[in-house]
């Protein structure tokens, strides 16, 4: 797994009022594993810290928890 790039504060603002009012987006991102593009149109939760990185908590389309690196994350677009 590559090492984490913090993302800028403007963004990282964007993403806790997403979380905060339960946005739903269209969100591509690659998988920290894999690096594979992945993507769904999830509900934003809430952010974790853990280890100086950056999460994104959520909910698929299919109801299944996401746990995304912010960093990760590629576009997101409103639905």
Known sequence: MQR???IN???HD???LACM???RYEVQWRDATTGTVLHDRIEFRDLEYPRGEEYLIAISS???PLRIRLDLIISKLPY
């Open 4 to 6: 984490y790039t913090p």
């Open 14 to 16: 964007g993403f806790e």
């Open 21 to 23: 009012r339960r946005l």
């Open 62 to 64: 299919h109801g299944e």
């Open 9 to 11: 504060c403007e963004v």
